[in-house]
């Protein structure tokens, strides 16, 4: 089993900056990819950003240019730095990877708990 956990949510003003991370720990033999999801009230939940083991990315049209996203592969942890939050940023963010448990040959989707993120003045 693997276990993500994520810290970093809080209040924050328009316009100011947040940094959320998540490790993840358990049996992992390979992770392909790690990613941030979020979900605000009343809408599905919705890619914010996405990074591959080779370090490529990708974002939502909604957060590029403000939001960055990295990996430590070897600590298997991932971050995103949101900057510029904008009050429709106000959602709970769930860090989610792709990863192969040992002698397993296929990968599995895990989430963690979520953290709440909400912007507002």
């Known amino acids: 089993q693997v276990q993500l956990v994520e810290s970093g949510g809080g209040l924050v003003q328009p316009g100011g900056s947040l940094r959320l991370s998540c490790a993840a720990s358990?049996?992992?033999?390979?992770?392909?990819?790690m990613g941030w999801y979020r979900q605000a009230p009343g809408k599905e939940r919705e890619l914010v950003a996405r990074?591959?083991?080779?370090?490529?990315?990708n974002y939502a049209d909604s957060v590029k240019g403000r939001f960055t996203i990295s990996r430590d592969n070897a600590k298997n942890t991932v971050d995103l730095q949101m900057n510029s939050l904008k009050p429709e940023d106000t959602a709970v963010y769930y860090c989610?990877?792709?990863?192969?448990?040992?002698?397993?040959?296929?990968?599995?989707?895990?989430w963690g708990r979520g953290t709440q993120v909400t912007v507002s003045s």
């Open positions: 989610n990877c792709n990863a192969r448990p040992p002698y397993h040959s296929k990968y599995y989707a895990y």
């Open positions: 358990g049996s992992i033999f390979n992770i392909n990819f």
């Open positions: 990074i591959i083991s080779d370090g490529s990315t």
